[in-house]
């Protein structure tokens, strides 16, 4: 792996002030939740940020995003979210406080934002029950999130 891509993600976390603290290798800062990501060459870790967690102070009442992790030279970003029809105004809400962030606090993370694949996904922390007929099924679809098992880079 080149030199450049190994330390791309840690560079822009370090430039940010409200994460970068947070910085941690591999996929250490999903917790429990790393096994819901699979890496195909696991020599590509970055390293990953749980972001929710580390900007909880600065935005308590905002419906913050989870994670986000460096793999390849990109930047990705994981919500585990319970998968149901009641949940996804709360996940589309947290999408775009993800984007509004990156835009405003988080530039050199944005800049690095996978770009050959979505770079944002949600991870179903349980059973998934949105009906493809439902409102929020469309919802999504036109968000192009999508929740999914298990995140295989």
Known sequence: MAKGKTIKFRE???ATPEINACYVQGLRALGKYSKKVE???????EGSVDVDECVS??????NR???ALGYDGEAYFVEVHSANTGEVSTVLRKLQWLKDWLNTQAPEINNIKAKHRTPFYWIQSG????PKTSP??????????MPIRKLIL
């Open 127 to 130: 059973k998934f029950d949105i």
């Open 136 to 145: 929020q099924h469309r919802q999504l679809v036109s968000a192009g999130l």
């Open 39 to 45: 890496l195909s060459d696991a020599g590509k870790a």
């Open 57 to 62: 102070r600065l935005h308590p009442n905002d």
């Open 12 to 14: 822009a976390v370090l």
């Open 65 to 67: 995003w989870d994670y």
